[in-house]
């Protein structure tokens, strides 16, 4: 027994037996358990060794220095469990109302959250995950259309035209023959039009010349224009071929042509029959004062005719074919030169099917336009494009395009930025920059003719007085003048208008015929005219100390007052001819022919109140019944060309 045992037990008092029995067990209880708890610490510490000694000795066999990591000893089950059994755990304690809510609320938010991801997933995400697995579908190859072939206008009246296709050159001889053997109307031209589908074009002079194996020169080619008609003509003694094109360069030709002769003279291919000459060299004869080149190759009207007619190149393989071919191109020709003389109006805001006709029938130099014509900025430029398009194809000039835009009162093109009258123009320098802004804006829309400034000298009452200057005649004279020169600036031409002038004229005069007493004066028009602006404008009134009896565009008379006192040099323009104060008091035949006869260059019809068309075709027959002088017609007509082609330097 322990010393402490035993000396505690001295000092104690005695006890009884009872009372030492219970001392005894609960000694031996708690030795009993020491004893065990240590057995069971030795126990696993000899396990422990042992182990570790198992591991070395392993390492030692394999020749492997490694020490192992001690292993952290295992609590006793047992142990573990007397300890939790020795140590209660504390109880729960009830969560407060706060914290009820706060839990409440987060597991609200993440279920929440939960519910809108699985929507987000499988509804609102599900089209674009389809997209994606969808495969693109296969784009069909795009087809390539190719432009249609353009046919040019035929350079003679034809009353048919037929449109072959080839795919290669060399088809052409076989389709000449096929179109032969058709029958044709006697006495008329039939077009041959031949197409390459597979280059998508016209076949080619140069094409024409290798198919049918004749030795032509580059250099006659280059001198011709490219476009061309081809036709057959039918005679009584069977089909004969006219060709007839544009010169481009003459100089030069006939040389070319004669030595391109020698080649002609060995023979010709018909039907895939070689056809030797009658005569085997070339002549020369006349018809109407025409002079031609001919080589005859049977007594049945047939050979090789040819000769150079102003601007064209006419070949035909007949006399017959080539009288009838001279009288074609003479005819269109002067149709040609008729229409250079007109500048008409038109219903609408585009270039409609009816207005392409007129311009092909007609061909007229020049258009008006109207407040009807214009919509907006681009509506109107395309118009306009279109316009030259089809003038330049079918007669090969511009058009002039003419608008009155004064300002103020009288601005056609309403959305222009410049339109200040004429009445708030106070000195040169301010007209001369209106001019300049003005004409800017009217060439980039493609104007080129401005039928203004108005110099007409009026009063408060009259008629035109709020679109006038309102100011002296001679600072009218030189405002008008800076305004021209600021237009010229801008490339764009004037039309000086009205001479002599309205005044004292308080009613409108396109409505009723103005008579004026006394000639108005007209030193302003002098003044201006040292800008040289390039047309003037007359008016449509009666002067009595000129021509008591004609209004002053009517009568010859009067259109010599003008070129005595402002010159002869300059293109005199009408105003618009179909107006009522003209229509009500002339017939259509004097409105349409007397003015050119007494001297005027331009006509203007509106077609406001009288048919375009109608005008035309009533001056054209007064050329043909020989009423209106064909030299006065070449003489109007190359002021005009001239005026023309300084516009487009």
Known sequence: MPEEIEEKMDSNPPTTPKEEKSEFLKREEIRTMGKDMARLREIEAQKERERIAALKLEEVKKGEQKVAPPEIPVRPPEAKRAEETLIPKPLPKKPSPFKKVLVRGIICAVLLLIFGFLLWSFILKKPAEEEEIIQPEEKEEEIIEKPEISIPPSLISVAETKVSKISQN??????????????????????????????????????????????????????????????????????????????????????????WEPKLEKGISISGQEIPTLVPYFRETGFEEITFRYLTISKQDLGICYLILDDYFILATSFESLKKTIEEVESLSLIRKIGQLFLVGFEGKALTPQLEDLFKKYRPGGVLLLSENIENKEQLKNLISQLQ???????????????????????????????????????????????????????????????????????????????????????????AKALVLGQKEAKILTAIKHFPGYSGVSFNPEEKLATIEKTPEISQFKKAMEANPELVMVSNAIY???????????SPQAIQFLKNNIGSEILIISDDLSQNSLLENFTLKEIATKPFQAGIDVLIFSGWRSPVAEALETFSEAVKNGEISEEKINQSVAKIIQIKKELGE
């Not at 395009?401 to 200040?420: C, H, N, Y």
């Open 170 to 259: 060399e088809e052409i001889p076989g389709v000449i023959y096929q179109l032969m053997a058709e029958e044709l109307p006697l006495e008329t031209f039939t077009r041959i039009v031949i197409e390459n589908t597979k280059e998508n074009r016209l076949v080619s002079l140069e094409d024409l010349s290798q198919a049918f194996q004749i030795e032509t020169p580059e250099e006659i080619f280059q001198k011709l224009e490219p476009d061309y008609t081809l036709t057959f003509y039918s005679q009584e003694q069977g089909k004969r071929v006219a060709f007839v094109t544009k010169i481009k360069e003459k100089s030069g030709l006939t040389e070319l042509l004669k030595a």
């Open 544 to 554: 009595q100390e000129i021509d008591p009896s004609l209004p002053f565009v009517f």
């Open 389 to 479: 398009s089809l003038s330049l194809k079918e007669t090969g000039f511009p058009l002039f395009i003419a608008v009155d835009q004064e300002g103020g009162p009288l601005s056609r093109i309403e959305f222009l930025q410049e339109k200040t009258s004429q009445s708030e123009i106070e000195n040169s320098e301010q007209a001369y920059q209106i001019g300049l802004k003005r004409g800017e804006e009217l060439k980039e829309l493609g104007i080129n003719l401005k039928l203004a400034p108005l110099l007409d000298i009026t009063k408060e009452g009259d008629f035109l007085f709020n679109r006038s200057f309102q100011k002296s005649v001679e600072k009218t004279g030189n405002l």
